[in-house]
């Protein structure tokens, strides 16, 4: 049986084709792997409209299947006004997405708007790498970066 899920997790960067996929992909995985994945309904989108519809950036892929999760099959999308009351949290990935994200939120949302990294302890305002423009290896920190943060929020 699958129960509705009771919390509703949107991760968001700029192009939802790099930081937000690694997000949602290895977060969903350690929701799996602990049993709970019908409770909570995870998704990702970008405040920018540059890759709607285009699948996640090879490099970011490839650091993803690395780490023992499959990212390819997620879709960018970009963030639209109904993700203000579907969503219970909104994690964004850096202080530019977090004043777009709040500049586009209607004053009655209910959604919480937070950095993700804010949820691990003694990083609290610190940001996501975003690695689109630089080299390969900028992967690898983003990839751990979201997963150190996706286990704290998973214990919050
Ligand atoms: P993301 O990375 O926001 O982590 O998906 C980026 C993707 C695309 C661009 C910038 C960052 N861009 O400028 O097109």
């Known amino acids: 049986m699958t129960s509705k899920p009771t919390l509703n997790i949107c991760f968001v960067c700029l192009g939802n ?3 937000s996929p690694t997000a949602h992909g290895v977060f969903e995985q350690l929701l799996s792997d602990e049993g709970v994945q019908d409770l909570i309904s995870v998704d990702s989108c970008g ?3 540059w890759h709607i519809g285009h699948a996640p950036d090879p ?3 490839a650091a993803a299947r690395k780490g023992g999760v499959a990212i390819e099959t997620q879709q960018a999308r ?3 006004r109904a ?3 579907a969503q219970d949290l909104i994690c964004v990935m850096d202080r530019q997405n977090l004043t777009d994200v709040r500049n ?3 004053p009655s949302t209910s959604a919480e708007i937070r950095l993700f990294r804010d949820f ?3 990083n609290e305002g610190a940001e996501l790498a975003d690695p689109y423009f630089g080299a390969d290896d900028g992967f690898a920190l983003t990839w751990s970066q979201a997963l150190e943060a996706a286990e704290a929020l998973a214990d919050w």
């Open 47 to 49: 405040t920018g409209d």
């Open 104 to 106: 586009a939120a209607p």
């Open 78 to 80: 970009q963030l639209r």
């Open 17 to 19: 084709i790099c930081r």
């Open 59 to 61: 490099r970011a892929v």
């Open 120 to 122: 691990v302890p003694g």
């Open 83 to 85: 993700d203000f009351t």
